[in-house]
């Protein structure tokens, strides 16, 4: 496994490989992200994973100083995981002038995470453009756990007409039900053991749906009730489509419930499909 730094040598490692996938990460690997690294390996010659932590897509009082940097833990795990390339560059190589030209998303980027995260999804997108420009995969395979994010990616590359396969995985969890994330660690013991209640509410909700409740500002406002009770600060909870993320009408089978709430300091995302029956 090659541990590549520059941009440079970057280009010079893949430059004779025909068939790579691409795995972006921003690193302090868990299982989440070697899922994604097993459905990347049959498809490639070449496994390629950034790992990146993008200062573009952090707000100002986000955690971009304290968000945890492992690259040396993470080699070891990608080294098992049988990738081939780990490209880590530091911030001079991927931004060596400030970026000046940006990607703007759909109106997608302004609603759910984008409403409470302004310029996130901006700062993903110029970000994974220029990442996809160094690395040039066939395929890059993205988590769900990160639903709106995927859905931004997905749109990108169809708008700019990318030879690129943007690829969905499904989301890990811990047994508890908890999604695995990066930001977990900042959990106390207390709040590890509150934490899987996110994902609990959004599937309390897919229940009610699957009932046949309809009333589905109802159901968000009784999910975030319920975060609230527990001490939770919920940013929203949405029953939305998944083809686009707007309201649903009664008619839509193609559900998901997504939600992300703060529990002391750390903010958790999750989210949970469901296909209704015609
Ligand atoms: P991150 O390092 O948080 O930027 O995530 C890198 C990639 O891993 C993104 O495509 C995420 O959606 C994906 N990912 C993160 N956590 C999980 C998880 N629990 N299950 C599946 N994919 C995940």
Request: hydrophobic share 40%; proline share 7%; aromatic share 6%.
């Amino acid at each position: 496994m090659d541990v590549i730094h520059s941009a440079a040598a970057l280009r010079e490692r893949l430059q004779r490989v025909p068939n790579n996938v691409f795995v972006p990460t921003m690193g302090h690997l868990h299982d989440g992200h070697i899922q994604l690294i097993n459905i990347a390996k049959p498809r490639a010659t070449c496994t390629v994973v950034s790992i990146f932590v993008n200062r573009l897509q952090f707000g100002p009082r986000e955690d971009f100083d304290r968000y945890p940097r492992t690259l040396e833990a993470d080699a070891g795990r990608l080294e098992s995981a049988g990738v081939d390339v780990v490209f880590a560059p530091d911030e001079r190589e991927i931004y060596p002038e400030p970026q000046t030209f940006v990607v703007e998303p759909s109106d997608l980027q302004y609603v759910l995470e984008g409403a409470h995260r302004p310029g996130h999804f901006r700062g993903v997108a110029t970000v994974v453009l220029k990442l996809f420009n160094l690395v040039m995969p066939h395929s890059a395979i993205f988590g769900k756990k990160d639903y709106q994010q995927y859905l931004v990616l997905r749109d990108m590359v169809r708008q700019f007409a990318l030879p690129i396969e943007i690829i969905p995985a499904e989301t890990v969890r811990a047994p508890d039900g908890l999604a695995l994330s990066s930001r977990n660690m900042y959990l106390s013991a207390q709040e590890r053991a509150e934490a899987p209640r996110l994902h609990q509410v959004l599937s309390a909700v897919c229940a009610e749906l699957k009932g046949g409740a309809r009333d589905f500002q109802r159901m968000d406002q009784q999910a975030m009730t319920e975060l609230l009770r527990h001490g939770w600060q919920p940013d929203y909870v949405a029953v939305r489509r998944q083809a686009d993320l707007h309201p649903p009408t009664e008619r839509d089978r193609e559900l998901v419930v997504l939600g992300a709430a703060r529990l002391g300091r750390t903010r958790l995302i999750d989210n949970v499909e469901l296909t209704l029956p015609a």
